[in-house]
């Protein structure tokens, strides 16, 4: 239902705007907080996406809805980049064996990608358990 708007149907067209417009505003927040806490970005991104799941079902689509689709683009592209630099990162002490410096980096990974069901979550997850068993038994 929901990839096809049906939820959104239940609404009227000025209710799915204002809570489009409401969270354009909660993702141009995240953006402009970008360099504060790690999951702003991923924060913006969702809340772009959001925005853009709310207006895909109105014909004709409000003005707001291209301030989403950029938002989204603008933010999409910068968590990825981010992203990779991390993970570059976090694989070069993992290589080098600097298990504390790994641990840290990869706890930025998950502070970065918040959502547990996020594919890139689980793998630093998973990272993490490998990395701090390596620095229980090597003390």
């Known amino acids: 239902n ?6 959104a149907i239940r609404y009227p067209r000025e209710k799915l705007v204002k809570m489009a417009e409401e969270q354009i505003e909660v993702g141009r927040a995240k953006w402009e907080d970008r360099e504060v806490q790690y999951g702003n970005l991923f924060a913006a991104v969702r809340a772009y996406r959001e925005a853009i799941f709310y207006l895909e079902t109105l014909d004709p689509k409000p003005a707001c809805i291209q301030e989403a689709r950029d938002g989204f683009k603008l933010a999409t592209a910068e968590l990825e980049t981010r992203y990779g630099n991390q993970r570059f990162v976090v694989d070069r002490a993992i290589n080098l064996g600097d298990w504390e410096a790994a641990q840290r980096e990869l706890g930025v990974l998950l502070e970065m990608i918040p959502d547990r069901k996020d594919d890139r979550h689980r793998e630093a997850s998973a990272k993490l358990v490998d990395v701090e068993n390596r620095l229980k038994g090597g003390k």
């Open 2 to 7: 929901n990839e096809l708007g049906i939820h």
